[in-house]
């Protein structure tokens, strides 16, 4: 039975670039830029959720917007719920998955990582993924990052500018680089 380079590196495999799958990842991604041309060109919302469903296989709800441009790298691995905010120059690299519950609302230049290096430099080319899930009702603020392997929990906030390196715990407030809980919501 074959695997693929995407089901292998969700599967938790560090791949090196030398891999003689390695040019899918290069093939899906130009694929997918292609598209996003498309999507980024259009100021009809219903148009962005058409092409938007065209780069994941999968439509956006009707209840919840991406304003453009938005960018993916690989789009397949990118599950969006119903009710979703996402703002203006919102990046999401998703080979790991990312996975956004219901009622999440997304700032501006959000950035949404799953992919990563080793750091030991003669490993450095190889590439790793981890899944990020925000849950419902979370709000990401503005120019945030999310790393690989994180989980934001249900009516958690964000704060702008924050990089979020690990797990955030329901009803709380992160803020910082890393992001540090500064506050619960009751």
Same mark, same amino acid.
């Given at each position: 039975?074959? !695997? ?9 495999? =560090?791949?090196?670039?030398?891999? #003689?799958?390695?040019? @899918?990842?290069? %093939?899906?991604? !130009?694929? !997918? ?7 980024? =060109?259009?100021? $009809?919302? %219903? ?14 709800? /009707? /209840?919840?917007?991406?304003?453009? #441009?938005?960018?993916?790298?690989? +789009?397949?691995?990118?599950?969006? +719920? *119903? ?17 956004? %519950?219901? @009622?999440?609302?997304?700032? #501006? ?8 290096? #080793?750091?030991?430099?003669? %490993?450095?080319?190889?590439? /790793?993924? *981890? ?24 009516? /958690?906030?964000?704060?702008? +500018?924050?990089?979020?390196?690990? $797990?955030?715990? $329901?009803? !709380? ?6 992001? *540090?809980?500064?506050?619960?919501? $009751?």
């Amino acid at each position: 039975m074959s !695997t693929t380079i995407f089901e292998r590196l969700q599967a938790g495999e =560090a791949v090196p670039y030398t891999d #003689p799958q390695y040019l @899918d990842i290069s %093939e899906f991604a !130009t694929r !997918t830029t292609q598209l996003l041309v498309g999507l980024n =060109a259009t100021p $009809d919302v %219903e148009e962005v959720r058409k092409q938007w469903g065209e780069i994941t296989g999968q439509p956006l709800d /009707s /209840s919840s917007t991406i304003q453009i #441009p938005v960018y993916v790298n690989i +789009g397949q691995f990118t599950r969006i +719920g *119903k009710n979703v905010y996402i703002n203006h120059l919102c990046s999401m690299l998703d080979m790991g998955t990312i996975t956004i %519950e219901d @009622d999440v609302l997304i700032g #501006p230049k959000v950035n949404i990582l799953t992919e990563e290096h #080793p750091v030991n430099p003669a %490993e450095r080319k190889a590439l /790793s993924v *981890k899944p990020v899930v925000i849950k419902r009702n979370a709000w990401i603020g503005a120019a945030a990052t999310i790393l690989p392997g994180v989980t934001v929990g249900e009516n /958690s906030i964000v704060a702008a +500018g924050a990089v979020v390196n690990r $797990d955030v715990p $329901d009803n !709380t407030v992160v803020a910082g680089v890393p992001a *540090k809980v500064i506050k619960r919501i $009751d």
